[in-house]
């Protein structure tokens, strides 16, 4: 990212759920802070709860004395109300219309391993060339616009200017909580009710409606290899003790649970079959798939999709797998505890 930033000549867009500063930011804003002062457009959205513990009040500031624009998306009063919920869980960076990147990556540094939280931080984005990143732009400017009450014209201005090869199909996608469409866990159904031999999934967090449990129950009960890989060391307890509940439902049915031994596992990709992947910002939970902003990108076919496949299988290799035995031996009182935090779901 830092050497796609540096070719930049006519804008930059970034929106990132959490910004925090150190090695990571501190590299990108130096870039940034240049690119600005050389006249090309850039723009920053950051969540402002996702950084309200990462950022001072003002640093929105800070960053247009340097000349970059920048939005405080959702900015947090401390009132009740529903829209406090719907947060910009998107991670999207735009190069001059011809590069992209997306991904589960925010821009701090435990992201990067340069700082360690909770064991080995394991994540995964991709970077999107030439027409594949359009539809990132396009997302871009759609947030940029609601939360500034503008409309972008000349839109041509932002597209691609050039080509890449490509050996499948590329399909950057966005959900919203503000429609009746919940994109994201269609994109997760469809894919998982059309495969027919394997389906392998990363989720930092498990909260489950009884959509998608039905469809990985049955999914793996018809003989598919339905695997799920979740952290080993949570961020968040709570939600941890919630993950867990759905184990012993999921195992029955004959999913295969393993838990990433060395840390805290962040990414967010499905795969099936080898002919379709997804990498995105997208957890396998509430939040996700009805109160977030999100975006993903989907492969169809080509070696993207072996890459990510790969990619869960070496994590599988690093993982522990949840059996019978640990079931059985799961303490009786977090399961209660799971069990009462589980009213809690939308709110987690």
Known sequence: MLSELKKAKRF?????????????????????????????????????????????HNYSKTLESMGIRV????????????????????????????????????????????????GHWKDTGVKLTGSGVANLTALFLQLWDFSVGSTTENLEDYLPTITAPSDGYVQAFADSPLDDYNVSETVFLNIINNATRSV????????????????????AESGIDVRIVTPGIPDKKSVYLITRSYYAQLIRAGVRIYEYTPGFIHAKMIVADNDVAVVGTINMDFRSFYLHFECGTVFYRGSVVDKVRSDILETIEKSEEIDAHWIKSYPWIKSIGASLLSLLIPLM
């Open 12 to 56: 930059i867009f970034m929106e990132f759920f959490i910004i925090d500063r150190g090695h990571m930011w501190d590299a990108i804003l130096d870039i940034l802070r240049k690119k600005a002062a050389e006249g090309v457009d850039v723009r920053v959205m950051y969540d402002d709860v996702g950084c309200i513990s990462k950022l001072p």
């Open 71 to 118: 939005i405080r998306f959702n900015r947090f009063v401390p009132m009740l109300n529903t829209y406090f919920n719907y947060r910009d869980h998107r991670k999207i960076c735009v190069i001059d219309g011809n590069v992209g990147y997306t991904g589960g990556i925010n821009l701090a540094d435990e992201y990067i391993n340069e700082k360690e939280r909770f």
């Open 200 to 219: 392998y999934i990363t989720s930092p967090y498990l909260a489950l409606d009884n959509e998608m449990i039905t469809a990985l129950c049955n999914a």
